[in-house]
């Protein structure tokens, strides 16, 4: 079957560069959320989005941004990258109106 | 603001032992529970929970929700060696919450041979 599609898995990069992660969620699911991973922690929410409108926002900094496509893909733009982004981030998809959310396999970022 | 708390954080047990895993939460309006199951990398979904006393099972595991006392539990009974991971309760809350899920710290469980 297939699953939720995260590019690249893995990214390094310098601080105060910037880096876009991108997300291809399961087909016919129409709402995308990204999370952020730490060390150690459990997945906190960034942000989501349904129907390519931002629904839900999280603990987002405001170096983030993010948007969803017409083609159901989504993007999380970061920029001025500090030494903390450095986590695991995931994309999770979800059909119409349901709960379960399935996740992508994540993308490692490491800041220098 | 939603919480989720989970007990114990880590756990160490022998291949053929029973596990119950405890997830308490705080929530203004409650949607549903799920549980996720972590190993290297994305959480898998095992159950969502939505109704209190009725039980989900698959296979060796199980959970059961009460909505009374705010808290879910999640049974493996048998355990094995690829029971070894994270597992993570997780709330769905309505409301302008709707959709993103709060997380609880994750019970580490470890299956020895």
């Known amino acids: 079957a297939a699953g939720v599609i995260q590019s690249p898995r893995h990214l390094i990069k310098e601080k105060r560069e910037t880096a876009t992660l991108k997300c291809y969620p399961i087909?016919?699911?129409?709402?995308v959320y990204w999370y952020q991973q730490g060390p150690g922690q459990d997945p906190q929410f960034l942000i989501s989005f349904y129907e390519k409108m931002q629904s839900d926002k999280g603990s987002i900094p405001d170096r983030f941004s993010a948007q969803q496509f017409s083609d159901y893909h989504s993007e999380l733009n970061m920029s001025s990258l500090e030494l903390g982004d450095s986590a695991l981030y995931f994309c999770a998809s979800s059909l119409p109106g349901r709960v379960v959310q399935y996740f992508g396999p994540g993308t490692r970022l490491t800041v220098l | 603001e939603d919480k989720v708390v989970q007990s114990p954080l880590s756990l160490v047990v022998h291949e053929g032992d029973t596990v119950t895993l405890n997830c308490s939460y705080e929530?203004?309006?409650?949607?549903?529970l799920l549980w996720y199951k972590q190993e290297k990398k994305a959480p898998t979904f095992l159950f969502m929970l939505?109704?209190?006393?009725i039980e989900k099972k698959s296979g060796r595991l199980s959970s059961i929700l009460d909505k009374k006392e705010l808290f879910s539990i999640l049974n493996i009974t048998a355990t094995q060696t690829g029971d070894s991971a994270i597992y993570l309760c997780?709330?769905?809350?309505?409301?302008?919450?709707?959709?993103?899920?709060?997380f609880g710290q994750g019970t580490i469980l470890t299956v020895h041979p």
């Open positions: 997780a709330l769905n809350a309505g409301g302008t919450s709707y959709g993103k899920l709060t």
């Open positions: 939505t109704s209190s006393g």
């Open positions: 929530v203004t309006n409650f949607r549903s």
């Open positions: 087909p016919r699911h129409d709402t």
